[in-house]
């Protein structure tokens, strides 16, 4: 337009006497994601190629391999108002702007948003891996999201309320057990004296944050020693529940708080040793067989030198476990009445 907001003939642009194109370029301003580009849809011959990810099997990376993708000028020499056909930008943001250049003129257009599209994978973008203590939560909490075909987080969707749930999958599909039960797969021998009935703790269930996308655990623990663990996730959709998986965990035992039998004597007599050992450990509070007996005092340990017992104060056993068996007189033999 000139300086009084009247469109001009295409034979009044500049450029356009000397024969020439007269070309408006349209390009995106700065201060989106450094990964947003304007380019036109497939509709116009611009061939989008896209392949597969290997990081993320379900999703597909895209790249503007053709050259006619690069251009984005509308040549306005025989119109005196063009369109530009088939814009897009695939990187949901919360605000763009377009600049338009016309020989040294531009104009900014009105902020706009890009919204992310149908949800079409989950992803995990946080999760614990290696070993976990058995005494404290994942140092490093699941957090995961739902990605659409451009890997845009999903934040909008057609249902409200998502969800995601979270439940614990052992090596084999059983957990750990206690002798004389022979071990599970993943199950080390003699790693658990007890078997605890509630080795997954937390909150199984979490809200998907609203302006993020992303569900965040924050209070997830496994108390059970075992290799190989995984956490299988379900998240609520308009595409339906979209389920992943974490990778391996293993969980190493806690803190000793108390003493456990792997095994008690069997088939004693005054004619001979018992024909089966007593095999003693070091326990933490849920039951796991620690290795080492490293032990903690205080309220967060459960065991204190308060409720040791007094016999057991002047033994120098560092490092060990102090044991007193108490037997009877009895028609059959020794028996075993009590263990400290």
Not at 127 to 135: M, V
Not at 170 to 185: D, E, M, N, Q
């Given at each position: 337009?000139?300086?009084?907001?009247?469109?001009?003939?295409?034979?009044?642009?500049?450029?356009?006497?000397?024969?020439?194109a007269?070309?408006?370029?349209?390009?995106?301003?700065?201060?989106?994601p450094?990964?947003?580009?304007?380019?036109?849809?497939?509709?116009?011959?611009?061939?989008v190629?896209?392949?597969?990810k290997?990081?993320?099997?379900?999703a597909?990376?895209?790249?503007?391999?053709?050259?006619?993708c690069?251009?984005?000028?509308?040549?306005?020499?025989?119109?005196?108002?063009?369109?530009?056909?088939?814009?897009r930008i695939?990187?949901?943001?919360?605000?763009?702007?377009?600049?338009f250049?016309?020989?040294g003129?531009?104009?900014?257009?009105?902020?706009?948003?890009?919204?992310?599209t149908a949800?079409?994978?989950?992803?995990?973008i946080?999760?614990?891996?290696?070993?976990?203590?058995?005494?404290?939560?994942f140092?490093?909490?699941?957090?995961?999201?739902?990605?659409?075909?451009f890997?845009n987080?999903?934040?909008v969707?057609?249902?409200?309320?998502?969800?995601?749930t979270?439940v614990?999958?052992?090596?084999?599909?059983r957990?750990a057990v206690?002798?004389?039960?022979?071990?599970?797969?993943?199950?080390?021998?003699?790693?658990?004296?007890?078997?605890?009935?509630?080795p997954?703790r937390?909150?199984?269930v979490i809200?998907?944050?609203?302006?993020?996308?992303?569900?965040t655990?924050?209070?997830l623990?496994?108390?059970q020693?075992?290799?190989?663990?995984?956490?299988r996730?379900?998240?609520?959709?308009?595409?339906?529940?979209?389920v992943?998986?974490?990778p391996?965990f293993?969980?190493?035992p806690?803190m000793?708080?108390?003493i456990?039998n792997?095994?008690?004597?069997?088939?004693?007599?005054?004619?001979?040793?018992c024909?089966?050992?007593?095999e003693?450990?070091?326990?933490?509070?849920?039951?796991?067989?620690?290795?080492?007996?490293?032990?903690?005092f205080?309220?967060?340990?459960?065991?204190?030198?308060?409720?040791?017992?007094?016999?057991f104060?002047?033994?120098?056993c560092p490092?060990?476990?102090c044991?007193?068996?108490?037997?009877?007189?009895?028609?059959?033999?020794?028996?075993?009445?009590?263990?400290?």
């Amino acid at each position: 337009t000139d300086k009084y907001n009247n469109r001009l003939l295409p034979s009044d642009m500049p450029g356009a006497s000397t024969g020439g194109a007269v070309l408006m370029s349209v390009y995106l301003l700065p201060g989106g994601p450094a990964s947003a580009k304007l380019i036109r849809d497939s509709r116009t011959g611009c061939q989008v190629v896209c392949e597969q990810k290997e990081e993320e099997p379900n999703a597909k990376k895209c790249n503007q391999l053709d050259s006619d993708c690069a251009s984005l000028d509308l040549n306005l020499q025989r119109q005196p108002e063009g369109t530009f056909p088939f814009l897009r930008i695939d990187t949901a943001f919360e605000t763009y702007r377009l600049a338009f250049n016309y020989t040294g003129l531009m104009t900014i257009s009105k902020p706009f948003r890009i919204d992310n599209t149908a949800p079409k994978y989950p992803v995990m973008i946080d999760s614990p891996t290696g070993p976990q203590g058995a005494d404290a939560p994942f140092t490093v909490q699941p957090r995961l999201t739902v990605r659409d075909t451009f890997g845009n987080s999903v934040v909008v969707d057609n249902i409200a309320n998502r969800i995601v749930t979270v439940v614990l999958v052992p090596k084999g599909g059983r957990f750990a057990v206690a002798p004389p039960a022979l071990p599970v797969l993943g199950q080390v021998p003699k790693s658990v004296c007890r078997a605890d009935p509630e080795p997954f703790r937390g909150t199984f269930v979490i809200p998907v944050d609203l302006t993020t996308g992303e569900g965040t655990f924050t209070d997830l623990r496994v108390v059970q020693v075992m290799h190989d663990y995984k956490m299988r996730f379900s998240m609520t959709s308009s595409a339906g529940n979209l389920v992943t998986t974490s990778p391996v965990f293993h969980v190493t035992p806690g803190m000793t708080t108390n003493i456990c039998n792997l095994s008690l004597p069997l088939g004693c007599s005054v004619y001979g040793p018992c024909m089966t050992e007593a095999e003693m450990v070091c326990a933490d509070a849920y039951g796991n067989v620690q290795p080492s007996c490293e032990t903690c005092f205080g309220s967060r340990c459960g065991f204190s030198p308060s409720n040791i017992p007094s016999t057991f104060l002047g033994i120098d056993c560092p490092g060990s476990i102090c044991v007193r068996l108490n037997a009877v007189k009895s028609p059959r033999g020794a028996v075993l009445s009590s263990t400290d």
